[in-house]
């Protein structure tokens, strides 16, 4: 009823709580993503093209896709030890959880 | 158009919300900075014990077994020294 009266010919949602909540997530995971991408490329950059040649070779792009996974599993297992450790540590009281 | 509004704005009317939605709003927002920061402290330990713990050539897409414990050591090695250098600071501020 009163997303006619939306001035904006294209309100992006008819609940303005639903749309700014998709928007921040939308946009946090783009950060997240975004982030990830960058150190992938970086690190698997650095392991997997020592000496850039005139093309990406074959052995270089397998070494890539690999790389990726890996960097991902260690990507997994950090965010689960850093959370068992916040969380150690707030049980612990003292409110630790928050400095790092 | 070049305003420095940010889409939120130009898209959504935040007249329409209320009280309790405000304070939802509120809450989820509370919520999400603080996974983001949770994801930002990943990404910047993940970028450290990988330097330190892959240090050969890329044999598979999974971590090697001495990779996997040596990450799950660095993650908590990294945070004891974070400690301990917030320790020793409080102790330097008290002896003024």
């Known amino acids: 009823m009163d997303n006619v009266s939306s001035s904006l010919g294209f309100s992006a949602s008819s609940d303005p709580k639903t749309a700014v909540m998709n928007q921040v997530r939308q946009e946090a995971a783009m950060t997240n993503a975004r982030q990830l991408i960058e150190k992938v490329n970086e690190h698997c950059f650095e392991k997997c093209v020592p000496k850039p040649g005139s093309s990406l070779s074959s052995g270089e792009t397998t070494c890539f896709t690999s790389c990726m996974e890996k960097y991902m599993a260690a990507w997994n297992t950090v965010s689960r030890q850093y959370i068992n450790r916040i969380q150690q540590e707030s049980s612990k009281g003292a409110g630790a959880g928050g400095i790092f | ?96």
Do not use: Y
């Open chain 2, 1 to 96: 158009m070049d305003s420095p509004t940010t889409s939120l704005d130009q898209n959504i009317d935040l007249s329409k919300l209320s009280p309790k939605d405000k304070q939802e709003l509120q809450q989820f927002i509370v919520n999400e900075s603080q996974k983001s920061r949770i994801q930002q402290s990943v990404h910047s330990l993940t970028d450290i014990c990988w330097k330190k713990c892959v240090t050969g050539t890329i044999k598979s897409g999974k971590l090697e077994k001495g990779e996997e414990s040596c990450t799950q050591n660095c993650v908590d090695r990294f945070l004891d020294a974070n400690f301990t250098v917030i320790k020793h600071l409080e102790t330097m501020r008290r002896q003024g």
